[in-house]
């Protein structure tokens, strides 16, 4: 199989729509000596590189106007090791055929993030995360790693092999290199018993603790200009399955949390005096279930309404007021939001630019529709969240820049030196990378 070269490959966009490039050329290469030609190639023609996946990143990082490296061919399983209990995979796989060939291997990751669209490499170099008590983000997951450098040299790492660079490249931004393949610990597939149900935001924030201490892996969704609130709750079960049925599941996961859910927020964006209305009727509109299925099947879930969203991770101590100053934020102001916050937790982690990183945290995710102006409301739940210390998704909306997260990040200066030695010539930047690390 050979490269596939376009020299004019046109405007690229991502997921949401809200960010686009034009790149001199894209690469599609179909193996890894391809990918590291394609980066000599590249310096030879004083160009830059970046590889995308999907494009469910918010933000700029996969955005060049050099050389875009997609890797839809680097796809697929290398390697079941059934004594270590880990699996390794090229970088370009998504992760719903990840999840659904361990499932087929009787395997699973222990946690995972709400969908399962982005490929494996997009979501860990981005810090994607689910929510876990114990459990934490799909970077932290990862074992081993190779990724082609600056120089187009392979390189690999693990906790024993290059721990340094092992330490920074499981969330890398693209600063570092091209991840070409990820070495993953797994587990023998287990069982989930999800339990669903609408609970007062005061409740939630009352309980917050208790709800978050006594449960795996706990979420919830606030519907803004309400009191209202959907929580999850997930933890193992010895069985048996019990999953939702087809007709209910088709009912509730595809006519009402998107088809029904699209058309509220269409006429929400057309009419935006009747949010507040809409919302009310939203955030009733689900009722309790229980359900029992393999991870990713309670994991994940379908999301067909397209949106922006900002992410920020605030130590989990301070989730309570930080939440309860957005909802006074929101209710005292003239902004008319139609999408829930979604919140999350993750425990302490060791990669040194994880929003994890040495803390445990809690996630606040703030979404508008797409097509809706949603930077008044951003800005001021940024604020909110920077005065609690709040670390951005590295691949969701915000303002933030190198002088802010070397405050925030107490590894910060590691990871720019590491860049500084894989990366002198600043091959894989962009603006993006350059307001977020430095030049």
């Known amino acids: 199989?050979?490269?596939?070269?376009?020299?004019?490959?046109?405007?690229?966009?991502?997921?949401?729509?809200?960010?686009?490039?034009?790149?001199?050329?894209?690469?599609?290469?179909?193996?890894?000596?391809?990918?590291?030609?394609?980066?000599?190639?590249?310096?030879?023609?004083?160009?830059?590189?970046?590889?995308?996946?999907?494009?469910?990143?918010?933000?700029?990082?996969?955005?060049?106007?050099?050389?875009?490296?997609?890797?839809?061919?680097?796809?697929?399983?290398?390697?079941?090791?059934?004594?270590?209990?880990?699996?390794?995979?090229?970088?370009?796989?998504?992760?719903?055929?990840?999840?659904?060939?361990?499932?087929?291997?009787?395997?699973?990751?222990?946690?995972?993030?709400?969908?399962?669209?982005?490929?494996?490499?997009?979501?860990?170099?981005?810090?994607?995360?689910?929510?876990?008590?114990?459990?934490?983000?799909?970077?932290?997951?990862?074992?081993?790693?190779?990724?082609?450098?600056?120089?187009?040299?392979?390189?690999?790492?693990?906790?024993?092999?290059?721990?340094?660079?092992?330490?920074?490249?499981?969330?890398?931004?693209?600063?570092?290199?091209?991840?070409?393949?990820?070495?993953?610990?797994?587990?023998?597939?287990?069982?989930?018993?999800?339990?669903?149900?609408?609970?007062?935001?005061?409740?939630?924030?009352?309980?917050?603790?208790?709800?978050?201490?006594?449960?795996?892996?706990?979420?919830?969704?606030?519907?803004?200009?309400?009191?209202?609130?959907?929580?999850?709750?997930?933890?193992?079960?010895?069985?048996?399955?019990?999953?939702?049925?087809?007709?209910?599941g088709w009912i509730e996961d595809e006519f009402l949390s998107n088809g029904a859910f699209q058309v509220a927020n269409l006429l929400g964006r057309a009419v935006p005096a009747a949010i507040p209305s809409i919302a009310g009727i939203s955030s009733r509109a689900l009722s309790a279930r229980t359900y029992t299925d393999i991870p990713y099947k309670v994991f994940t879930s379908p999301r067909r309404v397209r949106f922006v969203e900002m992410e920020y991770a605030v130590p989990r101590e301070a989730l309570v007021e930080t939440l309860r100053e957005l909802k006074s934020m929101v209710d005292s102001s003239t902004l008319r939001v139609s999408f829930p916050v979604e919140v999350r937790t993750a425990p302490a982690d060791d990669i040194t630019l994880s929003t994890a990183s040495g803390r445990e945290s809690a996630y606040i995710a703030v979404h508008m529709f797409r097509g809706t102006p949603y930077q008044a409301y951003f800005t001021a739940a940024e604020r909110i969240f920077t005065a609690h210390e709040g670390r951005p998704h590295w691949g969701k909306v915000h303002t933030r820049d190198a002088e802010y997260f070397s405050r925030v990040y107490p590894r910060f200066g590691e990871f720019t030196a590491l860049r500084d030695r894989l990366d002198p010539d600043r091959r894989f930047a962009n603006d993006y990378l350059r307001r977020i690390l430095g030049p």
């Open 1 to 248: 199989m050979s490269t596939a070269v376009s020299e004019k490959s046109g405007t690229w966009r991502n997921w949401a729509g809200n960010v686009t490039a034009l790149p001199a050329r894209e690469v599609t290469p179909a193996s890894v000596d391809e990918l590291s030609a394609a980066v000599r190639k590249a310096a030879e023609d004083g160009l830059t590189v970046k590889a995308v996946g999907t494009g469910h990143s918010f933000t700029a990082a996969a955005a060049t106007d050099g050389v875009l490296i997609r890797p839809q061919l680097l796809t697929g399983i290398r390697k079941i090791d059934r004594t270590a209990m880990t699996v390794t995979v090229e970088a370009g796989t998504p992760l719903k055929r990840l999840n659904t060939a361990l499932a087929r291997e009787g395997l699973s990751l222990t946690n995972m993030g709400d969908i399962m669209e982005q490929t494996v490499s997009g979501a860990t170099s981005t810090g994607t995360h689910g929510t876990g008590r114990d459990s934490a983000s799909i970077a932290a997951q990862i074992k081993g790693l190779e990724l082609v450098t600056a120089d187009g040299s392979v390189l690999t790492c693990s906790e024993s092999e290059n721990p340094e660079i092992f330490a920074s490249a499981r969330i890398g931004i693209g600063a570092l290199g091209i991840v070409t393949a990820i070495t993953f610990s797994v587990e023998p597939l287990f069982l989930l018993t999800a339990r669903e149900e609408p609970m007062s935001f005061d409740k939630v924030m009352t309980d917050f603790e208790e709800l978050f201490t006594e449960n795996e892996h706990f979420e919830f969704y606030w519907f803004p200009h309400t009191g209202n609130c959907n929580t999850k709750r997930n933890n193992r079960s010895a069985g048996p399955e019990n999953p939702v049925g087809p007709v209910r």
